[in-house]
């Protein structure tokens, strides 16, 4: 690997989101070419700037299929039904995630509802079950780029798996769209221009294809007419437009469009992203593609200020796992990493590795130009090469006049509320990244230029839906020495914490400072304690905060103490850190009809998990479900329907225990799942009332 494989890898990564960001507010077909044209003229920067953006189908893909590397059952080669495991565990059904345009219309809710009916993959994706017409639409390209950053330098590998992966919902000319790209993104690590990385993506896909046939007719019409590109919008439009092929999104004309940005984008990221938009038809998909091959061709320095400053290392996702779905790109882009280096079958060099601890938020600013989302209400930024020589590394903050009265506050986000977001996109949910009795550690180093005030802060919480601030004791910062902070997250009464951060001050009024602030690391780890509160909770993106919310109907109790789930079948909510190794859920379960009523411990997702609690007529028992359930083992509980019982579900190594009013009821071992979120489970048709919660996270991944 080379020595910048985890640089290339970030870049190509935030490239992937500049382009989709780009594109996203003009998606809809009203934003045809001739619109785009009159109304934005020659696009040269951000079309809208959003407050956060939410979530899109173009980044969830990438992220959340690519884990079926980490979930698949055996030590063989990757296998499209090891995806489509990872299309069903991660996905809430009919939200989020990807378009949910109907079946026979939408290629991915199509395959995905194949797939609910047992239909296995490929065989979800073919042609031959769902025609040419869906098979054939873009999908087959836009969910694959973290193959490719996975295989760096290896054009021949990424687009085998590319194709692999994409087989779940796609077939013929959508394979190769998967195949070309795949391939251009890991030779993108290797290659010096352009013009290589699209000859060497040829290569990977038969010459007698209409795709081979819409780049290479690019290609020709470049060599004649190397500065307008809007010559060669009207060629590929004029012979290999919409009107000759099926569907909402057919992948051929996009793939013209996509060979088009990026030899008229002349290598630079941010022209070819603009140009790609400006192209019309699948705007975001097509930006988002080109935009992961240049940010790897060019690395971080290559990324326009003008589309990465917006992003600041956050992008929001919307899997049924609400912990992941605040993603941190450095943080990604080094967990990339990691698989890149094991899949390659190479040691992780200990600078990656030792950042990468899931369970925890561990931020180090060596990335060129990372932020990690932090904020700040006055002025931010990052050295342009990640840590720099010296003691002058990390994030820098500017202190201008700070005092009593002028002050400045950096915060860090670990959960979101609908607030938060201008849209709907995609219906994002989230569980905490921060809780109640962890611990935040802080690197600062303060370089003051004048000034005799000294300099401070307060580290603080903020609750999300009550918007109290809670602070600590002030921190005197040693002047040109490292000062380190720590604090314990305070208890929040039953809300969440939507912020963590210092509040930055001097210690009079009349005194003042300036300086430079740098924080050099960020930590939240250790064990955690959460109340949920349902008077404190509101309903968020379809779901109750902070929960993620799979089939069935969840409401909050007309008092407000407690969540209500009514299901004719399996119905799960969420919450949690996804890697919780052990703890336990204590919930008072009151069930109102039917059966069923059962926590959830260790759950990986919408298909793996345990269950345990109130199961058939006089029957308790713990579950465990692995795209099916069994019974690890039940006895004889007489419970009744209307009565409340104090359930509690515990983790402790390979132990299970299920305890009922004070008594334990069940105790089992199984291996299996060693870490998961915390859940609410109906199994069967009927109703019950979750009360206010407890979750405890005694040891994390």
Known sequence: MAEDYVEKIYAGFLGMNMGIQLGAPVESPLWNYERLRATFGDIRGPIHRYSVFAADDDVNGPVFFMRSLYDKRDQGELTAQDVAEAWLNYTRAGRGMFWWGGYGISTEHTAYLNL?????????????????????????????????????????????????????????????????????????????????????????????????????????????????????????????????????????????????????????????????????????????????????????????????????DRIILSSACGSLNILDVPSFSKELACLGYRLAEQPVPEEVAEWITPGQLHFDFSLPGSVHGFRTDGLMSAPSKGTAAGDERGLRIVLDNISVVSQRRLW??????????????????????????????????????????????????????????????????????????????????????????????????????????????FKISGPYRQKIDFRKQTIQFGSITPFSHNEGHWSLSPDGMGMEAMSLAKAQSYTGWYYTKEGGIRCP????????????????????????????????????????????????????????????????????????????????????????????????????????MEITGTKLL
């Not at 919008?233 to 000759?244: A, H, L, N, S």
């Not at 909402?248 to 469009?257: F, K, R, S």
């Not at 379960?589 to 039917?594: M, Q």
Request: glycine share 12%; proline share 4%.
């Open 116 to 312: 609910k009916s047992a239909i296995p993959a490929p065989r979800s994706g073919s042609i031959e079950q769902n025609g040419t017409a869906l098979a054939e639409q873009i999908g087959g390209q836009i969910f694959i780029d973290t193959w490719g950053l996975v295989f760096p330098g290896e054009p021949t590998l990424a687009a085998d798996y590319a194709q692999t992966a994409a087989s779940v919902s796609h077939d013929g000319e959508g394979l190769l769209g998967a195949r070309f790209f795949g391939a251009a993104i890991a030779e993108a690590f290797r290659a010096k221009t352009i013009d290589q990385v699209m000859k060497r993506a040829l290569a990977e896909i038969p010459e007698d294809s209409d795709y081979s046939r819409v780049v290479k007719a690019v290609m020709v019409f470049h060599e004649d007419e190397q500065e307008d590109f809007r010559a060669c919008v009207d060629m590929v439009r004029r012979e290999w437009g919409y009107e000759r092929y099926p569907g909402n999104c057919p992948i051929i004309p996009n793939a013209g469009i996509c060979a088009l940005a990026m030899l008229y984008g002349n290598g630079d990221l941010g022209r070819t992203i603009e140009i790609a938009v400006m192209c019309g038809w699948d705007t975001d998909c097509n930006a988002g593609n080109v935009g992961t091959v240049l940010g790897v061709l060019n690395g971080p320095e290559g990324l326009p200020g003008r589309y990465r400053e917006p992003i600041g």
């Open 412 to 521: 860090y986000k670990p959960y979101y509320m609908r607030k938060d977001f201008e849209d709907e996109r995609y219906d994002p949910v989230f569980s905490p990244l921060a809780y109640q009795g962890q611990e935040a550690e802080l690197e600062l180093y303060l370089k003051q230029w004048e000034g005799d005030a000294e300099i401070g802060v307060f580290p603080y919480v903020r609750t999300a839906v009550g918007v109290k601030i809670l602070e600590g004791p002030w921190r005197i910062l040693k002047r040109k020495e490292a000062t380190r902070i720590s604090f314990l997250l305070p208890d929040t009464q039953g809300d969440c914490i939507d912020e963590v951060g210092i509040r930055i001050a001097g210690d009079g009024h009349f005194l003042s400072g300036s300086g430079m602030l740098y924080l050099r690391s």
């Open 589 to 692: 379960v009151t069930p109102i009809t039917g059966e069923g009523h059962m926590l959830g411990i260790r759950v990986q997702g919408v298909m793996r998990g345990y269950y345990a609690g109130l199961y058939r007529k006089n029957k308790a028992a713990i579950l465990k479900e692995d795209f099916g359930v069994t019974i690890l083992t039940e006895t004889d509980f007489e419970w009744q329907i209307g009565k409340c019982y104090d359930i509690v579900l515990t983790a402790e190594q390979e132990v299970l225990s299920l305890f009922i009013d004070g008594r334990e009821i069940l105790r089992v071992k199984d291996r299996q799942f060693s870490y998961g979120m915390f859940g609410c489970i109906r199994l069967y048709a009927g109703r019950c009332l979750y009360g206010n």
